[in-house]
């Protein structure tokens, strides 16, 4: 029990240090170290801010290294606009090429705000803040209504 208090610390340090992450991979990182914490709540947080269903969080935890990993490549769906299917088939055999070269082969152009902001290393997703809910915006905003889900 004190393990897991002692990781959401550290998480919450890390991320107070740093609120908007400079780099990919601190921002990942930063993933790994909440998703350790908290399984069930990451997971969680990926079905609700990417759109992805238990069986689409399950194939792409199965195939990724790390769970930050997943996150990323739940974006690089998003933002390509392809398949959750070719997403994983080209990390798994082009990662090692690093995340810019699978973006760029899943369609998104260099110098793109998607790719400015891949590089920049935030997705727009802190799930450690925000118990995994996605950061609202304007009026209303905390004020537990809900506008239903998500379409």
């Known amino acids: ?3 897991r208090r002692l990781l ?16 990919l991979d601190v921002y990942l990182n930063n993933l790994n170290v909440s998703a350790e914490a908290d399984m069930g709540g990451f997971r969680t ?33 998003r933002h390509s606009q392809q398949p959750l299917e070719k997403v994983l088939h080209e990390y798994q055999t082009n990662k090692k090429q690093g995340w810019g070269a699978l ?10 705000d998607a790719f400015k902001t891949l590089k920049n290393g935030d997705l727009g997703w802190h799930p450690e803040s925000n118990g995994g809910k ?18």
């Open 8 to 23: 959401i610390a550290l998480a919450m340090i890390l991320l107070t240090a740093g609120a908007a992450c400079a780099d």
């Open 134 to 151: 996605e950061n609202g915006k304007g009026k209303g905003k905390g004020n537990g209504k809900s506008k239903g889900p998500k379409k």
């Open 45 to 77: 947080g990926l079905g609700i801010h990417f759109g992805a269903s238990g069986p689409e969080i399950d194939l792409v935890m199965r195939n990724v290294n790390r769970p930050g990993d997943a996150a990323l490549c739940l974006w690089l769906g």
């Open 1 to 3: 029990m004190n393990y």
């Open 103 to 112: 973006a760029k082969r899943l369609g998104i152009k260099p110098g793109s």
